[in-house]
C-alpha cells in the first residue's frame, strides 16, 4: 500500500525555519512538494529525481532546499526565510514513472500525502 505522511509543519515567525518530512513506502522516481493556500490553486514547490536533479518554483528559489535519504525513505523540503505569503497547506507527492526530469507540474504526480500545515506570522 503506498503510504506518504508529511509532518514538521507548524507556526513561524517571518524570516524563520521550519523543515518537512515525508516518509514513504515505496521508492517512486519523482517526489515534490506542493502547496495550497485557503482559496487558492495548489502550485508545485520543488522535485527531485531519484536523489539528483531537482527543480524549484520561482518563489522558493534560495530559500527552500529539496532533498531525499533513500536509506530511510524520507523526503524533506528545509525552508529558511520564510515569509506569511508561505503559509500553505503543503502536501508530499510522489510518482513511479520514470521521466526525463520530474518537474513541479500537479499533474505528473500519482499518489498524494495528506500534508502539513505551515503558518507563518509577520
Known amino acids: 500500500q503506498v503510504q506518504l505522511v508529511e509532518s514538521g509543519g507548524g507556526s513561524v515567525q517571518a524570516g524563520g525555519s521550519l523543515r518537512l518530512s515525508c516518509v514513504y513506502t515505496?521508492?517512486?522516481?519523482?517526489m515534490g512538494w506542493f502547496r495550497q493556500a485557503p482559496k487558492k490553486e495548489r502550485e508545485g514547490v520543488a522535485a527531485i529525481r531519484g536523489i539528483g536533479s531537482t527543480d524549484y518554483a520561482d518563489s522558493v528559489k534560495g530559500r527552500f532546499t529539496i532533498s531525499r535519504d533513500t536509506a530511510t525513505n524520507t523526503l524533506y523540503l528545509q525552508m529558511n526565510n520564510l515569509a506569511p505569503e508561505d503559509t500553505a497547506r503543503y502536501y508530499c507527492a510522489a510518482d513511479p514513472t520514470l521521466r526525463p526530469g520530474c518537474s513541479t507540474r500537479r499533474d505528473e504526480y500519482k499518489h498524494w500525502g495528506q500534508g502539513t500545515q505551515v503558518t507563518v506570522s509577520s
Open positions: 515505496y521508492s517512486p522516481y519523482c
